[in-house]
């Protein structure tokens, strides 16, 4: 057995968390004197400071040996957060998986705590908390850590519970532990031993910290655009190291990940006005396209435009998709946000990747569209989270979910299950995936991995569509692109009619839905009819009413992936 703690937490927590009333403090949440990088590796881990389990008593010079904490204290219940909180121990024994409260990942840092109660005559003093972590491979850990103990523990000081932090690589499936109260001076070896003993489980064996033998990863893009308008907005987005890092650690922290895929594009000029995000929408998809991304790759475009918003939005994403663990949506998985002050930047880029991921808005301050089903008022997390990365504490009201349009953002437990299975679904499409879902034979571009979405006939019929994005000025732009709608996305009351020339040679009924943020924009989405190659025009049947749209205007895009395989396959 070996012990040591993790003074790299230990340092970093007691500057980064709110005061010991648990009233929200933004000066201190959030600091913390170390950073760590988007694995949830720590900058600094150098150090250890052992266990005394015996000292010498100072008058009789016998040996004293630490027993259990007496007077009647109690290890009420036990926690392991890596970025919202899930009991693993509560009276006393194991939280079996079914009561959990959200997932715990493989490979990411985690805090894990220790909550006692006291009796009315205890006996204010410091006790030694000691986390016994035993190994699948039967190798045993002891963490340890010295909290004074004047009352009950609570949830929101830090240094009224006892806590130990988990390294990634030491948060692996099948590892148990076992919880122990120490007194750490022989004063109070008269006192009645504690009944039941300060231990959890109270038996003296080991529960499960219930580690899941995951495999999540979110992949994702920056694309900046140098952009002018060509009336004195001439602008470079912010991608700076420092800016850039925030992104991925907001991403990383509030996401149930282990890894974060995470890439700046090339920058792209953009030399004419933006009336609306829509428009970056439709470039970031044909970008995506062409470029031949994974298709659980995230596209995100960064663009400075001299403004707080873009058609009163900072930030929208290409809608939300009806099936966003479904390939054929990849269109899907592109949004666009201003470059702004960092902080709001990456909250930004969080929420419309969050849109991206299929969730809705939660109702603070006037979202559209809010999730009747998120459980609590105004949009508060509901209970303390914590960062894997700075490791701060966040207040469960002061902190709001970040799918608001309030600040700061957190994630709860509820929008954390709710993407959770959502990454997982992505996650079996990458190459590493163990045992994942058959791919085709090959399997290392997106075309190749994305089986049924580039179709025999590349001029049109399964596996291609047409995409448009209205703007709120009534703009249109409108490309064909390679994917599919699910069977149970929604269709109708509009229609594409397909003419080639005075022929009408089909009518689709489309998958409308109104973008989210800002003053509005329609996506439409419909399949592309197997004739395409014939069709000249395009018209919107709304009703009565009917929108034209040339061939010529229509950007096309659904056989990229079959010119680039010709191209790869010519001497």
Known sequence: MSSRMLPWIAACLSLALVPACGEPSPATTDDASESASSTGEPSDTTGTTAIADSTADSTTGVEWEAPLARGGIVVDWVQANQGVGVRIGADGGEVGPTERAAPLIQNRVTLVRAFWTVPDDWIPRELEGRLIVRYPDGMEEVFSNIAFVESDAFEGDLHRTFYWGLMADQTVPGIKYRVELYETTPDYDDLAESDPPPMLPVDGSTAYVGIEDSYLVLKAVVVPFVYDNGAGCSTTPDTSPETMQLFKDLMYQQNPIDRLDFEVHEPIVWDTPLANFGELHSFLVSLRIDEDALPETYYYGLVD???????????????????????????????????????????????????????????????????????????DVGEWGFGVIDFGLRHPTFYKDYMTYCHPTWVGTWGWNKVYPVIRGLSEWDAGFPGGAPKPEGGTSAAERTPGLVAGDVDGGPGTLIMGTIGPDGGERWITIPGRLPDAAERGPMRLEMRAGNTVVASIPAHVQSLPDGDGGTLVVAPLPRDWSAVTEVTRVVGSSRSTIPRAMIGEHHRSREIQRVRAAAP
Request: with cysteine.
């Open 305 to 379: 435009v001299c403004a707080g918003g873009l058609n009163g939005a900072g930030g929208q994403a290409n809608g939300i998709p009806s099936d966003p663990v479904d390939p054929g949506q990849a269109y899907a998985r592109v949004s666009a946000g201003l470059s702004l002050d960092p902080d709001w930047s990456a909250e930004t880029f969080v929420h419309e990747i969050g849109h991206s991921q299929g969730r809705r808005h939660v109702a603070c301050d006037g979202e559209g569209g809010p999730d009747p089903t998120y459980p609590h008022d105004g949009g």
